[in-house]
């Protein structure tokens, strides 16, 4: 039968870790299923047939059967650190080991690496320049790089990546959103410690606005008229180890 055909669809796309082929079909059964019970109901009173006989072959398929295989997905669907986390940021330039998970269904203990799946990368504590929006491979890999650290106020950075979950649930129809919602918690954390000289810390900034200030304060006390000149010749930037202009440091 048709219920019988996607049920078994489903399941290979499954093993063979195509989640999006076996939800499309685990989910066209469950929405087909809707009002076969009581046309078969009909058909046994019209034909006097019992319950164990079976004329179409789909009694055993109910629709608790499909919700129960998008469960075993929507559900056991996992996001695992592999490496990445736990790393000590020391420059602007960022960290120096890319972020890497594993997508993967579990299945009863058994791990099936998962392609194509949708991971978005993104700051939950700091700030940075990431690569964002990524896609896991054939083994089910999924990663990003950090390029870059914009806030250094923060002592502790923690780095989300999380299923796509509007991006996933676009090649389903609207109407399957409310049977897919748990993949919309699917994430796990990178956290990053902040460790940097003084000259790259929040000291820097309150340093850099005195020097504006002390500037601003001078350029408007000169008196009008005739020719002036301020600035500031040879000036080392401690925080990049070189010597700079003075307008590259404001």
């Known amino acids: 039968s048709f219920l019988e055909k996607y049920l078994r669809q489903g399941n290979e796309a499954e093993e063979k870790g195509d989640v999006v082929r076996a939800l499309f079909n685990y989910l066209n059964g469950y929405h087909k299923t809707t009002g076969l019970p009581s046309l078969r109901s009909s058909l046994r009173v019209i034909t006097h047939e019992t319950q164990s006989e079976q004329p179409w072959g789909v009694q055993d398929i109910s629709k608790s059967t499909f919700l129960g295989k998008i469960n075993g997905i929507t559900q056991n669907l996992r996001l695992n650190v592999i490496s990445g986390d736990n790393q000590v940021v020391k420059t602007y330039k960022g960290i120096s080991k890319p972020l890497v998970a594993e997508v993967y269904l ?74 897919l919602s748990a993949l919309n918690h699917v994430k796990v954390v990178f956290n990053h410690t902040i460790d940097t000289p003084k000259w790259a810390s929040n000291k820097s900034q309150a340093w850099k606005s005195g020097i504006t200030d002390l500037v601003n304060q001078v350029t408007q006390n000169i008196p009008p008229g005739g020719s002036h000149l301020v600035g500031v010749t040879g000036f080392r930037d401690l925080r990049h180890d070189k010597t700079a202009k003075f307008n590259e440091i404001l």
């Not at 940075?128 to 491979?137: K, N």
């Open 106 to 179: 579990d299945k009863s203990g058994r791990k099936i690496p998962l392609s194509n799946i949708p991971v978005l990368f993104r700051f939950e504590k700091g700030e940075g320049q990431l690569e964002s929006e990524r896609v896991s491979d054939t083994n089910g890999r999924v990663q990003s790089t950090i390029h870059k650290i914009d806030n250094f106020d923060r002592k502790h950075h923690v780095i989300a990546a999380k299923l796509n979950y509007e991006i996933f649930a676009s090649n389903f129809e609207p109407s399957s959103k409310n049977l």
